[in-house]
């Protein structure tokens, strides 16, 4: 099984305080990041979200968004005309020692520390709260996580048709290098034994052999066919397993690529090499999907 990066959900919720409102999307990453973004009056939870998220999703780059509408009973604030006026009074005889004569803006004067007073709001009114974002955090999570699922068995599908693909051009092209091999081979001692042919000279049929043998073993690929094969078994088992585990996946997919080339450089047939070339290419589509694998 296999989970994709990329989810959207939307929860919502209507108390006697108010209404929340809570958006949680994610899309690819190479780890795991969070970024809540709550009003200013609820900053203090923003640990809860990450909390939450951090032990509830995996890999992939999360952004929290919450609104928070008042009831209106805690929308009223009051305006302390005391206060302003002293900050008015002060600031004024301030600007004037220094040599300034623009008195200070109301703008600014609106933004100091107690000019507005906000709603007195209770310890269980914070509970309150606590406990409706907590819920719709939960809400999200379990959303989000099935339409990564969904992403991800549309992901799986495509993989899937990718990977037979590959296994069938790797089979092909081990099948065409096999027999091309021994071509190359026979062709080598034919030609050897065209340009020994009326030289009187003492040979060594032996080191002649052995030197073939040599030449052979520098266009052999044996072996690179062999992990290729067993990194595609890997990558399969994995693809189906009970976790999503996209890094992995992409560890193997940079093994296969490394095979791939390997092989494509000890090539010199051009039809083989054509394959190489298409193999790479399905490579690199199924890299991209695993890019966004959880």
Known sequence: MIRSMTGFTRESGVYDWGTMILELSSVNHRYQEISPRLPRELAS????????????????????????????????????????????????????????SAPPSLDSLLTLPGVFDSPSRSDRLEEMIRTAMEELLDRAVVNLLEMREVEGA?????????????????????????????????????????????????????????????????????EEFVRAKSHLGQFKTILNGKESEGRKLDFLLQEMNREVNTIGSKIADAELRWMVVEAKAILEKIREQVQNVE
């Open 154 to 222: 549309n992901l799986l599908a495509a993989i899937e048709e990718y990977l037979a693909s590959l296994g069938d051009l790797v089979d092909s092209l081990e099948t065409a290098w096999t027999a091309k091999k021994e071509e190359v081979m026979n062709e080598t001692r034919a030609r050897i034994a065209s340009l020994l042919e009326g030289v009187s000279l003492d040979v060594d049929q032996n080191r002649i052999a052995q030197e073939i043998v040599i030449l052979s073993d520098k266009w052999d690929i044996s």
């Open 45 to 100: 939870f923003e640990p809860v979200v990450t909390n939450r998220l951090r032990q509830g999703t995996g890999r992939g780059k999360m952004r929290c968004t919450v609104e928070l509408h008042w009831a209106a009973q805690y929308r009223t604030a009051s305006l302390d005309t005391e206060l302003l006026s002293n900050y008015h009074e002060q600031l004024s005889e301030l600007a004037a020692t220094l040599g300034n």
